[in-house]
């Protein structure tokens, strides 16, 4: 029989995992995380936070560069991180680039969601109104996309889920979370048929598009991060793309500047993905069967898996 997991006792989260394994993951140095590169997956260090936000950025620009009438392409985007979204709009206004004559697109991951609803862009936690004002609001309005080429999981979750299929998603960004999730993939309730064991791998890959409960690592974490630790402010439900969207981008870009998950969680997908160890207690892992994922680390952000009292 699996552990419970010792912080939320009716979820699955990684404290549920081999204690074998936490303690291989706990050994991993900063040299031992960059030698788990494996085809199909790649592990690249960043020595300056500066570089680490640019490079994110520009899989933007490249991701919009490739886009024309015939053959539109574009990036799906995190809130979290969103140290590149000036960046972005700084770029595209620098060199030009014309995202409405090339057809560029643009998803957004996930949006809160309150009494089966998503969120108006009123609200003052609202992904939409961040990545407007952090991003496509900067954009000269001669060059930015029309709104119908930005994909939100807001409205019709089935016509978001269609638009990958109609649009090329060349990469799906994101961060890692305190339940090592991307998007709102969190770990599921430990009820029902999910009592004694997780989803499968390949339940849990079937996911798509839907509206999800958060698990409490998350609904504390977002606190932390974004309100300011007002976790009253923060919704306990969200709308988020699904496994079954990720695996239609051509490839999966994590990025990992060390403020949002910890060294134990960093270290820990690392070496999953590397070694294909995947376990729907552990969302992140699963990626371990997509065939193109890079993990993006900003080193002196990842730091020692060792006791510090403070």
């Given at each position: 029989m699996r552990k419970r997991s010792v912080v939320a006792p009716d979820w699955w989260d990684y404290t549920t995992i081999s204690e074998d394994l936490v303690a291989d993951v706990a050994k991993l140095t900063v040299k031992d995380m960059e030698q788990l590169s494996r085809p199909g997956f790649k592990v690249v260090m960043y020595d300056t936070i500066e570089e680490f936000y640019l490079a994110e950025a520009l899989e933007y620009i490249d991701a919009w560069k490739q886009s024309t009438p015939d053959n539109p392409t574009g990036i799906c985007?995190?809130?979290?991180?969103?140290?590149?979204?000036?960046?972005?709009?700084?770029?595209?206004?620098?060199?030009?680039?014309?995202?409405?004559?090339?057809?560029?697109?643009?998803?957004?991951?996930?949006?809160?969601?309150?009494?089966?609803?998503?969120?108006?862009?009123?609200?003052?936690?609202?992904?939409?109104?961040?990545?407007?004002?952090?991003?496509?609001?900067?954009?000269?309005?001669?060059?930015?996309?029309?709104?119908?080429?930005?994909?939100?999981?807001?409205?019709?979750?089935?016509?978001?889920?269609?638009?990958?299929?109609?649009?090329?998603?060349?990469?799906?960004q994101g961060g890692q979370g305190d339940t090592k999730h991307w998007a709102f993939n969190d770990p599921v309730r430990r009820e029902g048929k999910y009592a004694e064991k997780p989803p499968t791998p390949a339940e849990f890959r079937k996911l798509g598009t839907r509206i999800v409960d958060l698990h409490p690592m998350t609904v504390m974490q977002n606190a932390r991060t974004s309100g300011g630790g007002n976790i009253a402010l923060v919704p306990t439900t969200a709308a988020t793309v699904g496994p079954k969207e990720t695996w239609k981008a051509k490839k999966v870009s994590i990025w990992q500047a060390g403020c949002h998950d910890n060294a134990f969680g960093m270290r820990l997908t690392t070496l999953m993905i590397s070694k294909k160890i995947a376990d729907s207690a552990v969302p992140m892992s699963l990626l371990a069967d997509h065939p193109n994922v890079q993990f993006n680390f900003y080193r002196p952000g990842i730091g020692p898996c060792a006791v510090e009292m403070h």
């Amino acid at each position: 029989m699996r552990k419970r997991s010792v912080v939320a006792p009716d979820w699955w989260d990684y404290t549920t995992i081999s204690e074998d394994l936490v303690a291989d993951v706990a050994k991993l140095t900063v040299k031992d995380m960059e030698q788990l590169s494996r085809p199909g997956f790649k592990v690249v260090m960043y020595d300056t936070i500066e570089e680490f936000y640019l490079a994110e950025a520009l899989e933007y620009i490249d991701a919009w560069k490739q886009s024309t009438p015939d053959n539109p392409t574009g990036i799906c985007g995190p809130i979290g991180p969103t140290e590149q979204l000036p960046l972005v709009a700084r770029i595209v206004n620098s060199i030009g680039l014309n995202l409405a004559k090339l057809d560029a697109h643009f998803w957004a991951m996930d949006e809160w969601v309150e009494n089966g609803v998503a969120v108006s862009p009123d609200h003052p936690m609202s992904f939409s109104k961040a990545v407007r004002e952090l991003c496509f609001d900067r954009i000269d309005p001669k060059l930015r996309m029309p709104e119908k080429n930005m994909h939100f999981p807001s409205g019709s979750l089935e016509d978001y889920s269609k638009s990958y299929d109609k649009f090329n998603c060349l990469v799906m960004q994101g961060g890692q979370g305190d339940t090592k999730h991307w998007a709102f993939n969190d770990p599921v309730r430990r009820e029902g048929k999910y009592a004694e064991k997780p989803p499968t791998p390949a339940e849990f890959r079937k996911l798509g598009t839907r509206i999800v409960d958060l698990h409490p690592m998350t609904v504390m974490q977002n606190a932390r991060t974004s309100g300011g630790g007002n976790i009253a402010l923060v919704p306990t439900t969200a709308a988020t793309v699904g496994p079954k969207e990720t695996w239609k981008a051509k490839k999966v870009s994590i990025w990992q500047a060390g403020c949002h998950d910890n060294a134990f969680g960093m270290r820990l997908t690392t070496l999953m993905i590397s070694k294909k160890i995947a376990d729907s207690a552990v969302p992140m892992s699963l990626l371990a069967d997509h065939p193109n994922v890079q993990f993006n680390f900003y080193r002196p952000g990842i730091g020692p898996c060792a006791v510090e009292m403070h």
